[in-house]
């Protein structure tokens, strides 16, 4: 059994997928190929969002933005304590603070309620001025945007929202990567959405905003290639990579995320009453970039993992460490304690979960879950 089954997807998608590559080898246009542009436009008319702008990866697409807004020495941005590291790197390496921030113990996602005082506090500490808010769609599970957007127009704070493991999800009829000011993703190839590499993108409504970046993509380029007005960087996304990713929008659209949600109702039906199952507010849609149980502690969690792992069930324990605990932020101020995110860190475990995943192995791993849970 496969954690995140990308075998059994390359096998059904086949044909498509390698004809797709087979074009951009034939073409030799491997950089910046008509796949590219063609790729952005169906991902911004997904998302709902005028432009598109594809990258070399999500941590690059949310430091390029962040350098956008003028984020730099001096200022604080706040970042939900339980995610990936590279929410707060890429505040890290802007030259900015990453403010963490407390989550909401049933979604995962960052508290608006700890959110505004984590804010409060840092004006009223007076040394860093309150920039930007990077909320996250964690496990595919969008942030509560009505209340942080709210927050953010109350603070003149400017909201980015990395949704590098949210594409696909919704909220009402509003699809994410369309909630704040702008929105990234990662096309790593375990996302909802992944490439046969590393790839990544910005969604944005913002004119300025989409000229900004594809000048910095592209060593900061005016006019054309060879001039150049600012510093910027070389951040593009294959055109190869383009392609795979062309060849699996449909798929993804049509059948995946539908496949996925069914996955989650059966794991959920079946484990109710043994662990927290992920909760999902209403009208909200989550793209299962991962199924996350809870356990009473931590004894009970390592135990059951290697219980599952005896019988050959992958799982993994996303995240084991919060950001403020993290060698890497020693000595970074904390406006607040995140006793949720520390113990989410020790509760939480996420099982096998891609839409290949069938019926049996479900009942499968349910079963060893309730049986080991019965017995201990
Ligand atoms: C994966 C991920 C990123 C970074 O994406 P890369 O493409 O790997 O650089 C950023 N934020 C979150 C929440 C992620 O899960």
């Given at each position: 059994?496969?954690?995140?089954?990308?075998?059994?997807?390359?096998?059904?998608?086949?044909?498509?997928?390698?004809?797709?590559?087979?074009?951009?080898?034939?073409?030799?246009?491997?950089?910046?190929?008509?796949?590219?542009?063609?790729?952005?436009?169906?991902?911004?008319?997904?998302?709902?969002?005028?432009?598109?702008?594809?990258?070399?990866?999500?941590?690059?697409?949310?430091?390029?933005?962040?350098?956008?807004?003028?984020?730099?020495?001096?200022?604080?941005?706040?970042?939900?304590?339980?995610?990936?590291?590279?929410?707060?790197?890429?505040?890290?390496?802007?030259?900015?603070?990453?403010?963490?921030?407390?989550?909401?113990?049933?979604?995962?996602?960052?508290?608006?309620?700890?959110?505004?005082?984590?804010?409060?506090?840092?004006?009223?500490?007076?040394?860093?001025?309150?920039?930007?808010?990077?909320?996250?769609?964690?496990?595919?599970?969008?942030?509560?945007?009505?209340?942080?957007?709210?927050?953010?127009?109350?603070?003149?704070?400017?909201?980015?929202?990395?949704?590098?493991?949210?594409?696909?999800?919704?909220?009402?009829?509003?699809?994410?990567?369309?909630?704040?000011?702008?929105?990234?993703?990662?096309?790593?190839?375990?996302?909802?959405?992944?490439?046969?590499?590393?790839?990544?993108?910005?969604?944005?409504?913002?004119?300025?905003?989409?000229?900004?970046?594809?000048?910095?993509?592209?060593?900061?380029?005016?006019?054309?290639?060879?001039?150049?007005?600012?510093?910027?960087?070389?951040?593009?996304?294959?055109?190869?990579?383009?392609?795979?990713?062309?060849?699996?929008?449909?798929?993804?659209?049509?059948?995946?995320?539908?496949?996925?949600?069914?996955?989650?109702?059966?794991?959920?039906?079946?484990?109710?009453?043994?662990?927290?199952?992920?909760?999902?507010?209403?009208?909200?849609?989550?793209?299962?970039?991962?199924?996350?149980?809870?356990?009473?502690?931590?004894?009970?969690?390592?135990?059951?993992?290697?219980?599952?792992?005896?019988?050959?069930?992958?799982?993994?324990?996303?995240?084991?460490?919060?950001?403020?605990?993290?060698?890497?932020?020693?000595?970074?101020?904390?406006?607040?304690?995140?006793?949720?995110?520390?113990?989410?860190?020790?509760?939480?475990?996420?099982?096998?979960?891609h839409p290949y995943l069938d019926t049996e192995s479900i009942c499968f791993i349910a079963?060893?879950?309730?049986?080991?849970?019965?017995?201990?």
């Open positions: 059994m496969e954690f995140r089954d990308l075998k059994k997807q390359y096998e059904i998608l086949k044909n498509t997928i390698d004809e797709s590559i087979q074009s951009v080898i034939d073409s030799s246009k491997f950089i910046n190929g008509p796949q590219i542009r063609q790729l952005e436009i169906k991902l911004a008319e997904y998302a709902g969002v005028k432009h598109c702008i594809t990258c070399a990866n999500g941590t690059d697409a949310l430091s390029m933005m962040l350098a956008s807004w003028g984020v730099t020495k001096g200022d604080a941005v706040f970042v939900p304590d339980f995610t990936f590291f590279a929410t707060a790197e890429a505040v890290s390496s802007e030259g900015a603070v990453p403010v963490f921030v407390d989550v909401d113990d049933r979604t995962f996602n960052m508290d608006p309620i700890k959110l505004e005082q984590a804010i409060k506090e840092v004006l009223k500490e007076g040394i860093l001025i309150p920039k930007a808010i990077i909320p996250v769609n964690l496990f595919g599970l969008p942030a509560p945007y009505d209340e942080i957007n709210n927050i953010a127009e109350k603070h003149n704070l400017k909201v980015l929202e990395d949704s590098a493991q949210g594409f696909g999800g919704s909220i009402g009829d509003k699809k994410a990567c369309s909630f704040g000011d702008a929105a990234t993703t990662s096309f790593f190839p375990a996302k909802p959405l992944g490439c046969y590499g590393d790839g990544g993108a910005i969604f944005t409504d913002n004119d300025e905003t989409d000229s900004y970046i594809r000048s910095i993509q592209a060593h900061g380029k005016g006019s054309y290639k060879y001039e150049n007005i600012q510093i910027g960087r070389n951040s593009r996304l294959d055109t190869i990579q383009a392609a795979i990713l062309l060849a699996k929008l449909q798929i993804f659209k049509d059948q995946e995320l539908g496949k996925v949600k069914e996955i989650a109702d059966t794991y959920a039906k079946l484990l109710d009453g043994y662990v927290i199952t992920p909760h999902v507010p209403d009208s909200y849609q989550s793209s299962w970039a991962q199924y996350t149980i809870q356990l009473k502690n931590k004894k009970e969690r390592d135990c059951l993992q290697q219980f599952l792992n005896s019988n050959k069930v992958p799982t993994m324990i996303y995240y084991p460490t919060p950001l403020h605990l993290q060698k890497a932020f020693e000595g970074n101020p904390l406006y607040q304690k995140c006793p949720v995110s520390e113990k989410l860190s020790n509760t939480v475990l996420s099982l096998p979960m079963n060893l879950i309730r049986n080991y849970l019965k017995s201990s």
